[in-house]
């Protein structure tokens, strides 16, 4: 089965910092890739698909980029809304496996 | 408003059975591949189970295979998944997700969640 790896596992940042989030599977995934973020104490919110499709609603400091192996969740200015744990998750066949989660907080 | 609303969790002794359901509402359940993910207290997400639009196809994650069985009402708008045989450690909060038309697509609905605790 395909490994989902996510770096760092957590990060601290100031409001208005460039956050970006690394995610890489053991073996090609194509653009088979989603990223989720989850607040604490909620359920966990689709951000982009795709590999790089923002889903409807979020807003535009997020995105997403890769392909294959490797790929990147970027949030262009942090916000404190976004304190939350971000997954990235392979969808391109079973098993549908979620990276180890990356925890980001506000410095 | 498109819902999915989790229900039937609770407290399970190791070894015993639970059955979760799903209620649908606010789209065409039967148009969309379904799954199940849980988060283990403190831990990540993990998926668990996925189902196509009409039951022919089913997908597992090994730690449950020929323990859980994932299912589907269309006439209902209701998913399930029985969980025999149950462990300590499928002890999480388990959520329906609607996985999308195509075979692979991601999760973008999600339930509130339901808690199994597996304990004696």
């Known amino acids: 089965d395909i490994q989902m790896t996510q770096s760092p596992s957590s990060l601290s940042a100031s409001v208005g910092d460039r956050v970006t989030i690394t995610c890489r599977a053991s073996?090609?995934?194509?653009?088979?890739l989603a990223w989720y973020q989850q607040k604490p104490g909620k359920v966990p919110k689709l951000l982009i698909y795709?590999?790089?499709t923002l889903q409807s609603g979020v807003p535009s400091r997020f995105s997403g980029s890769g392909s294959g192996t490797d790929f990147t969740l970027t949030i262009s200015s942090l916000q404190p809304e976004d304190v939350a744990t971000y997954y990235c998750?392979?969808?391109?066949?079973?098993?549908?496996?979620f990276g180890p989660g990356t925890k980001v907080d506000i410095k | 408003e498109v819902q999915l609303v989790e229900s039937g969790g609770g407290l399970v002794q190791p070894g015993g059975s639970l059955r979760l359901s799903c209620a649908a509402s606010?789209?065409?359940?039967?148009?969309?591949?379904m799954s199940w993910v849980r988060q283990a207290p403190g831990k990540g997400l993990e998926w668990v189970a996925n189902?196509?639009?009409?039951?022919?196809?089913?997908y597992y994650v090994d730690s449950v295979k020929g323990r859980f069985t994932i299912s589907r009402d269309n006439a209902k708008n209701s998913l399930y998944l029985q969980m025999n045989s149950l462990r300590a450690e499928d002890t999480a909060v388990y959520y329906c997700?609607?996985?999308?038309?195509?075979?692979?697509?991601?999760?973008?609905?999600w339930g509130q969640g339901t808690m199994v605790t597996v304990s004696s």
């Open positions: 997700a609607r996985a999308g038309r195509l075979p692979h697509d991601a999760f973008d609905i």
């Open positions: 606010g789209f065409t359940f039967s148009s969309y591949w």
């Open positions: 189902i196509k639009q009409d039951g022919s196809e089913k």
């Open positions: 073996q090609g995934i194509s653009n088979y």
């Open positions: 795709a590999a790089s």
């Open positions: 998750q392979k969808y391109n066949s079973a098993p549908f496996t």
